[in-house]
C-alpha cells in the first residue's frame, strides 16, 4: 500500500495550535494541555475527528490551544453544546472541557443531566476550587473555611459541591479523578475515559496558583487509588465519600448503555431544520 494514503503518525505536540496559552506561569491547565494531547497521540485520534469544546473560563480556553475541531462557547454551556454536536455527528470523539464554576454553578442542571442521559463522550473539569478568570470568587467546590474569596471575606459557609458523588447519583458510567501534575497517569486515564462508551466524567485537580497558591501542595497530598476501579456504584459511593477527594485514578466503570438518539428524529440536511422551525 502506499505510504501516501495511510493516516499520519500524530505526536502529541502536533495536536497543539499555534496560539500560544495565557494562562498564568504555574498554572494547572498547562499540565491538562500536554495530558489531551499525550492522550489524543496515544489513541491517534485525527485533529479533524475531534472536537473540544467549552464554556467560558481559564480552563475553558483549551480548544483554542488544540489542532482539533473546537468551539469556545458560552459561560455553563459547554456539555448542551457537546451533547448535541456528538448527536448530529456520533463519528467524531467529543471532549468538553471547563472549570468547577463553569460545569457545577451555572452549568450545574447540565452536569445532572448529561450524567442521566449518558451521551458518549468525555468530560474533563480543571477543578482548582475557585473562579480564577474573574479574579478569585469562591466556587462550589471551594471549601467553606476558606476566607479569601473576593465576595466571601469570612469563608462560604455551605458545604462543597461533590461532584464526582453527585456523577455517580446522576447516572455517570466511568469516573476518575486525576492530578495535573502527573502528566502521564492523567493522559492515561483520559485514554480509558474516551474509549469508553458512554459519559466519562474526568475531574482533574488543578491549581490555580494566582488565587489559590496553596494549591502548589496538591502535587504532596494526592493518593494513587489504592484499588482497582469498581463497577459496583455502592461501593464506589463509600469510596468517593470516604477519600476525603484525594484518591487519584479511575474510581468507577460502569456498564450502562450509552445514549441514542431516536432515528426517526434525524435531520440531514439545513432545509430539514428549516422546516421544523416554520409556523
Ligand atoms: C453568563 C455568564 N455569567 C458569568 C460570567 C463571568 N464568568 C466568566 S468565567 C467565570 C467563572 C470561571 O470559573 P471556572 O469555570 O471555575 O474556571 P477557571 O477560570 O477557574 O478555570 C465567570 C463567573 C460569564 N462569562 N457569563
Ligand atoms: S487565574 Fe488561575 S486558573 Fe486562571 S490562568 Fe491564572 S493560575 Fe490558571
Avoid at 499555534?18 to 500536554?34: E, H, Q, R, T, Y
Avoid at 467524531?92 to 452549568?107: E, H, P, R, W
Avoid at 473539569?125 to 476566607?147: H, I, L, R
Avoid at 488565587?211 to 501542595?217: A, C, D, L, S
Wanted: with cysteine.
Amino acid at each position: 500500500m502506499s505510504g501516501d494514503t495511510a493516516p499520519k503518525l500524530m505526536q502529541p505536540k502536533e495536536y497543539k495550535s499555534s496560539v500560544k496559552p495565557v494562562w498564568c506561569p504555574g498554572c494547572g491547565d498547562f499540565g491538562v494541555l500536554g495530558s489531551i494531547t499525550k492522550a489524543l497521540s496515544g489513541l491517534q485520534i485525527q485533529p479533524e475527528s475531534a472536537a473540544v469544546i467549552s464554556g467560558i473560563g481559564c480552563s475553558s480556553r483549551m480548544p483554542t490551544y488544540l489542532k482539533t475541531y473546537g468551539f469556545h462557547g458560552v459561560h455553563g454551556r459547554a456539555l448542551a453544546l457537546a451533547t448535541g454536536l456528538k448527536v448530529a455527528r456520533p463519528d467524531l470523539t467529543v471532549i468538553a472541557t471547563g472549570g468547577d464554576g463553569d460545569g457545577f454553578s451555572i452549568g450545574g442542571n447540565h452536569f445532572l443531566h448529561t450524567c442521566r442521559r449518558n451521551p458518549d463522550m468525555t468530560y474533563i473539569v480543571m477543578d482548582n476550587q475557585v473562579y480564577g478568570m474573574t479574579k478569585g470568587q469562591a466556587s462550589p467546590t471551594t471549601d467553606p473555611s476558606w476566607e479569601k474569596g473576593k465576595l466571601t471575606p469570612c469563608g462560604t459557609g455551605v458545604n462543597p459541591f461533590q461532584p464526582l458523588v453527585i456523577a455517580l447519583a446522576s447516572g455517570a458510567n466511568f469516573i476518575a479523578r486525576c492530578s495535573s501534575s502527573d502528566s502521564n497517569g492523567t493522559a492515561r486515564v483520559i485514554m480509558e475515559a474516551i474509549k469508553h462508551p458512554g459519559f466519562s466524567m474526568v475531574q482533574i485537580l488543578s491549581p490555580c496558583v494566582t488565587f489559590r497558591p496553596e494549591q502548589r501542595e496538591w502535587k504532596n497530598l494526592l493518593i494513587p487509588a489504592p484499588v482497582e476501579a469498581t463497577s459496583d456504584p455502592a461501593q464506589a459511593a463509600r469510596r468517593l465519600l470516604t477519600d476525603e477527594g484525594l484518591f487519584t485514578g479511575v474510581l468507577y466503570v460502569g456498564d450502562r448503555p450509552a445514549y441514542q438518539p431516536c432515528p426517526e428524529n434525524r435531520i440531514d440536511s439545513i432545509a430539514e431544520l428549516d422546516e421544523e422551525f416554520c409556523i
